[in-house]
């Protein structure tokens, strides 16, 4: 199966070559850590499994935000603290998405415009939240960046994990939403008026020297709510549809020669499965404008579920009367993913122990060992007793 790896090897080079001068840092470091990931060049672990007693020699994972491969393991590690901090409840989905005018200069600006993008969508959606009319109270909000389309396209939009209910200004007091409503948490053309004005009013606050382009009045700004799952046991899996995915999955590449770059993609217009051949070059630089820029936090939490409230979820929590029986152990989570992640290659049992570190220049020899012993294998006569005809 082709991999992104495969593909940036092949065509990385010459692409930074050519347009290295206008290429950011970012951009160079997340070609090499995917062309590195799980080779020798990042070394690896000798590790044992105690089941078939076979050993093997295990890759080190470049950890990049951006690399496919890795986005499996970190998901599995934030996922497993995110466990603590559920609520026995139903949660929302919300969608927060830019109008096509404003999407090349929030590229062109991501590091401050990200962040009013993210404020800018959350500010609008408590403001509502605390109107008595529909809840009355404190929110929380896991917010996650998106900068992409399905054919690779930029565009930034903000996915959201909203609890259904509110806190109370006495602390005591867990409000539901009226879930008869049609308009479900929030009205959605309030929502996205609210977006609107509170989006263009901090963009310009925080760059009063850039001229944002004009937005004709009458442009809705598109804004999805639905409920997202009702019970809270699923809503980590459900999390882990949008946290750390990365713009690319290694399955949607399906074909690589010296030219182009084919990829599969579902259309969201008419959801039919298409493929798309990109130039190489377009290829390379479509997936490199979804790297973001050293220090910009894709994931963050807001309201009740922000880090320094944890006191307050505690408290909420235990204001719910089935919270205690939805929050797992976290020794037991941690064991388990220690588990899951050391399963042997060949058995496939979780038997798999490590044994020793190996430094890169180790693992290059170790490599080398091994397929000039293959080599001289092939190339050694036939056993006497197997050779020739059968007796």
Known sequence: MLRLADVLRRHGPDYLQRYGHAVLPSHVR??????????????????????????????????????????????????????????????????????????????????????????????????????????????????????????????????????????????????????????FLVPVRALAQHFRGRFLSLARRALPQVSLPQIPWNKRWVVFIKPAVRDPKRVVNYLGRYVHRTALTDKAIVGCDDKTVSVTYRDSRDQR???????????????????????????????????????????????????????????????????????????HHATLQLLRRLSPSECIMLVRTVMANAAQLARAPPHPLTAGTPT
């Open 273 to 347: 499965q298409k493929c798309m051949t990109l130039p190489a070059h377009e290829f390379v630089r479509r997936f490199l404008q979804h790297v973001p820029p050293k220090g910009l936090h894709r994931v963050r939490a807001f309201g009740l579920l922000h880090p320094a409230h944890r006191t307050t979820l505690k408290r909420v929590q235990l204001l719910l009367t089935a919270a205690t029986a939805h929050i797992p152990d976290p020794a037991a989570t941690a064991a388990a993913l220690q588990r899951s992640s050391l399963r042997c290659p060949n058995c």
């Open 30 to 183: 997340a070609v090499d850590a995917i062309t590195q990931c799980r080779t020798a060049a990042l070394g690896g672990h000798l590790a044992l499994c105690t089941q078939c007693q076979r050993t093997h020699l295990l890759y080190h994972s470049c950890r990049h935000r951006a690399c496919p491969q890795c986005g499996h393991d970190s998901t599995a590690r934030w996922l497993a603290h995110q466990e603590q901090l559920l609520l026995p409840t139903t949660y929302y989905h919300v969608v927060f998405t830019l109008p096509a005018e404003l999407r090349r200069v929030v590229r062109s600006n991501q590091r401050v415009l990200i962040n009013v993008l993210f404020h800018a969508a959350f500010d609008s959606l408590a403001t509502l939240c605390a109107d008595p009319h529909w809840l009355g109270g404190r929110i929380g909000a896991l917010a996650v960046l998106h900068t992409w389309a399905r054919n690779l396209e930029w565009h930034p939009h903000i996915h959201m994990l909203v609890p259904a209910g509110a806190l109370a200004a006495n602390g005591r007091t867990w409000l539901a939403p009226n879930m008869r409503r049609k308009a």
